[in-house]
């Protein structure tokens, strides 16, 4: 899957989450001012409404249950590691996490997918954060990712281990704007060495020799990623369907991300022979490739997401559902992911 493509859209789906998440009240106590009166001052009432909506701004601490659903393509290799095929395949990402009404907060998320043989959980990550949640008219916050992935995968993973975020959001006016900026990075090296022991007959002495040929291809890969992404929301709330401690909120969201990228590759091989008589071996061949791809700063995506929320009581849950259009791609431009989220709130 597109390195930027998982970026832009999860910096998008961080600010949102934290966004949401820390602005749930753990009740609604029931108040009957909210109903409709013709008897009651209008203008009183849209202050108590105010004062509410500060209520369900008010940051709580919160444990989070999260589960994601999206699509991507992966180039697996085949058995004589030669070829690449590209095939579209279903991820599943959970993630559970923990966030504190004071700011810190730690998130632990995986990424799943049928490899042919099994559901293979390639990938993991972990994920801690401060919040700065205490002021009414905005939030921010910043946090570091550590990305974690198996080793001999029969698909091709980008070398990004690390990542870093912060995210800015005004919520006092009625569209609420945001900006984030992630920063990604990493490298990885990998070594494959294969023996081949060939026996070859000598005639003149009418005896076998063996020979031993070691070949070794040293593969080194490193990325860095930049992006930034502006963010425009806004809130529509349901008060008392069911009950006089449950709400309905929804969210749509549109975002619109640029970046740059900057990805190295550089693969040596070399190929000796040994010999019983030749301990210091024979040099058949080698060779060394090299590729450095550069992007420029430029628009990446345009996200558009819709977020419903429930809240009863202390119990929340929010399905989501994101549309991402990825401009640098002119095949696979459009990406769908489906996510829900549940929690408790104390």
């Not at 009240?25 to 004062?51: G, K, N, Q, R, V």
């Not at 996200?303 to 929320?309: A, V």
Request: charged letters at 20%; a positive charge; glycine letters at 8%.
């Amino acid at each position: 899957m597109h390195l930027k493509k998982i970026i832009t859209i999860a910096g998008c789906l961080l600010m949102g989450l934290v966004a949401d998440c820390q602005t749930t009240p753990p009740e609604i106590a029931a108040d009957s001012s909210l109903a409709m009166d013709t008897s009651m001052d209008f203008d009183d009432l849209l202050d108590e409404f105010d004062s509410f909506i500060d209520s369900l701004q008010s940051p709580r601490s919160y444990f989070l249950v999260n589960g994601a659903l999206s699509y991507g393509y992966y180039d697996f290799s085949s058995n004589n590691n030669t070829d690449l095929s590209t095939f579209k395949k279903t991820i599943i990402s959970p993630a559970l996490g923990y966030y504190h009404k004071k700011g810190p907060g730690i998130t632990i998320a995986g990424s799943m997918i049928d490899d042919g043989k099994q559901e293979n959980l390639y990938q993991y990550s972990v994920t801690p954060s401060f919040d700065f949640i205490q002021q009414q008219n905005w939030i921010g916050g910043f946090s570091y990712t550590r990305y974690f992935t198996k080793d001999s995968l029969p698909f091709y993973t980008t070398p990004l281990q690390n990542q870093v975020n912060g995210y800015f959001i005004y919520r006092k006016s009625w569209l609420q704007p945001g900006l984030s900026a992630q920063y990604g990075w990493g490298s990885r090296t990998d070594l494959e060495k294969r023996k081949k022991f060939i026996r070859i007959k000598r005639i003149r002495r009418l005896r076998r020799l063996g020979i031993l040929v070691t070949t070794t291809t040293v593969t080194d890969e490193n990325i860095a990623d930049f992006s930034v992404t502006g963010s425009v929301r806004h809130n529509f709330y349901w008060l008392h369907l069911f009950s006089q401690k449950d709400y309905l909120r929804l969210t749509p969201v549109l975002c619109f991300s640029a970046g740059t990228q900057q990805y190295g590759f550089n693969q040596q091989t070399g190929t000796v022979a040994f010999t019983a008589r030749n301990t210091g071996g024979t040099v058949l061949s080698s060779g060394n490739s090299n590729l450095d791809d550069k992007m420029k700063f430029q628009p990446l995506s345009l996200t558009l997401s819709l977020k419903p929320e429930y809240s009863i009581g202390k119990f929340f849950i929010q399905p989501q559902v994101i549309l991402d259009y990825y401009f640098p791609d002119a095949g696979k431009q459009l990406t769908l992911l489906y996510s829900i989220n549940a929690g408790l709130m104390f």
